[in-house]
């Protein structure tokens, strides 16, 4: 019996879906593969689609109302990345038997609005109580937009030379939801303070805003969103996706406060915790200022990680004053520290 715990190592993965994609088609730009946020298709028109799914899942602690808001902005930050603006969604809602009909038109209400906030059209989707299900679920959002032939980006796109940029810092979801499941045990030992510092981060974990504004500046050749593996597994799958090397320094970032104290308590790395919030981008080293110019000017901080660089043998990343090899994301330690928080 396996005691797989969340989104298995893109060797892994790679390995339980190859041969299973259904019918080839030439239309298919970017399909599936370590990295790729988004398919990229090829319409009739000659104009390209940019597709993305993902389950949500709900944590206790959280108004039903910010599950709404994760089910909107964590689809479509899949599509953001590849700098074409999500236009539309559809959704599906699987609720426990006994869930009570104004808690589905709350989560139903919540996705209505942060999709209106983001311009984006549900256009379908699926409802249903089931006794399979013990908490509400979003089973799958499904968020696309279109675009024209030239006007989009692969997260495999990254360019030799480019700067690697980071937005907010590491772990931004992974620190937001364990200070809630974990909250009991985490009052013992942390600050009000830290804790409401923490529960804030839910309010960052976004890139559409992030990824959007830096396609518009130009020079992005590459953007992804550091979800499972964090970081450190976002920048392994960017530099496989590119077939470059890269090599990064975390040494000269400091982990903020509130989230080391967590990382501390729960004994975890935040370099390779979730992070959906996090924007990674291969960033041409004469548009990088103005790339980060504009963040700052809505509030995002940003910071430069690294570069990739084609005369490396192999990733690279300086943490703790030492070398070290960066390799292939295991498994996201998230996941049995929110399952066991919610327990």
């Not at 409802?127 to 968020?143: C, D, E, K």
């Not at 996706?241 to 935040?270: H, S, Y």
Request: with cysteine; hydrophobic share 45%; charged share 20%.
């Amino acid at each position: 019996m396996s005691n797989l715990v969340g989104k298995p190592s893109p060797s892994r993965l790679e390995a339980l879906v190859q041969g299973a994609l259904g019918k080839p088609s030439e239309r298919v730009l970017v399909g599936p593969g370590p990295g790729l946020d988004a398919a990229i298709l090829e319409s009739a028109d000659g104009r390209i689609m940019a597709i993305a799914e993902d389950p949500i899942f709900p944590a206790p602690g959280l108004p039903l109302e910010i599950m709404g808001w994760f089910t909107v902005h964590i689809g479509a930050s899949d599509v953001a990345v590849t700098g074409v603006k999500p236009e539309f969604m559809t959704y599906t809602l699987l609720l426990p038997p006994g869930c009570p009909e104004e808690d589905a038109r709350t989560i139903i209400g919540s996705i209505s609005q942060a999709a209106k906030a983001l311009e984006i059209t549900i256009v379908g989707g699926h409802t249903g109580w089931y006794g399979a299900v013990t908490v509400p679920t979003v089973g799958g959002v499904t968020v696309w937009g279109t675009a024209d032939r030239d006007s989009w980006i692969s997260p495999g796109g990254a360019r030799d030379g480019d700067l690697i940029l980071m937005t907010k810092g590491p772990c931004i979801e992974a620190a937001a939801l364990l200070s809630i499941v974990h909250r009991s045990r985490l009052e013992k030992s942390l600050s009000p303070e830290l804790l409401d510092s923490l529960r804030a981060r839910v309010e960052q974990i976004s890139v559409v805003q992030d990824a959007l504004v830096a396609f518009r500046v130009g020079g992005v050749h590459a953007m992804h969103d550091a979800t499972e593996g964090g970081v450190q597994g976002g920048l392994w799958e960017m530099s496989t996706a590119a077939g470059i090397p890269l090599r990064v320094d975390f040494d000269r970032l400091a982990i903020p406060g509130d989230i080391a104290a967590l990382a501390r308590e729960l004994n975890f790395d935040p370099w390779q915790a979730i992070s959906e919030g996090t924007l990674l981008a291969a960033v041409d080293p004469a548009r990088a200022a103005e790339v980060q110019r504009v963040w700052a000017d809505l509030g995002i901080e940003s910071f430069v990680l690294g570069r990739f660089d084609a005369g490396l043998k192999e990733n690279t990343v300086l943490r703790d004053q030492r070398v070290q090899a960066l390799k292939e994301p295991e498994a996201d330690p998230f996941w049995a520290l929110f399952f066991a928080g919610i327990q």
